[in-house]
C-alpha cells in the first residue's frame, strides 16, 4: 500500500511497511519562472542609462551642443555613473576643441530634500555649451599677435 501527495512544491511519499508507517518530505527543485525572467530584464532596462548629444554648427570653426543624460540612483549609487559625468564624458568624447560648458541643470532638484533622491530615483542632466572659434576670436588672436588658443 502507497501513495504520493504534491503539496506546494513538497513531495510527501508514504512508505507503509507491516511494522511501522514513515513519511519522507522532498523538495521539488525550482527553476527560474518567466515573471523572475521578465522582472529582472525590467530592472536591468531601468538601471541603464541613456543620453543624447547634439552639435549645432554658427560658423566654419564654431558651434554651440546640447548634452542630455539620464541616470538611476538606489542608495545613493548612480548607475552606471552620475548623470552629470555621463552628459560631460559624452561632450568631450567628441573631440571638439575649446569646449565651454555655459549652462548645466540637474533635475529634479527638491533642495534641502535631495537626499531622497539618493534612496531611489532617476536624474536628468542637461548642458548647454560652445566649441571652437568664433571668427571673431580668431581675428583678435590674430591682431595681437598671440599664439591662438588651443595650439
Known amino acids: 500500500m502507497g501513495g504520493e501527495i504534491f503539496n506546494r512544491g513538497l ?18 527543485p525550482k527553476g527560474p519562472r518567466p515573471q523572475h525572467a521578465l522582472l ?4 536591468v532596462s531601468l ?20 548634452s542630455e543624460a539620464w541616470a538611476f ?5 548612480d548607475f552606471p555613473t552620475e548623470s ?3 552628459a560631460r564624458d559624452n561632450v568631450f568624447d567628441a573631440g571638439l576643441s575649446n ?10 532638484n ?12 532617476v536624474r536628468k542632466t542637461v548642458l548647454i555649451g560652445t566649441w571652437g572659434f568664433s571668427g571673431e576670436q580668431l581675428r583678435k588672436e590674430r591682431d ?6 588651443g595650439s
Not at 529582472?40 to 530592472?43: A, D, I, P, T
Not at 569646449?99 to 529634479?108: D, G, N, Y
Not at 527638491?110 to 530615483?121: K, N, R
Open 11 to 28: 513531495r510527501f511519499r508514504h512508505f507503509w511497511d507491516d511494522r511501522v508507517p514513515v513519511m519522507v518530505s522532498q523538495s521539488l
Open 84 to 86: 552629470v559625468q555621463i
Open 144 to 149: 595681437s599677435g598671440a599664439p591662438l588658443l
Open 110 to 121: 527638491l533642495g534641502w530634500w535631495d537626499w531622497l533622491l539618493d534612496v531611489i530615483g
Open 99 to 108: 569646449l565651454t560648458v555655459t549652462t548645466a541643470e540637474t533635475s529634479p
Open 47 to 66: 538601471l541603464s542609462a541613456c543620453s543624447t548629444l547634439s552639435f549645432e554648427r554658427e560658423t566654419e570653426t564654431s558651434g554651440s551642443f546640447h
Open 73 to 77: 540612483t538606489i542608495f545613493a549609487w
Open 40 to 43: 529582472g530584464l525590467v530592472l
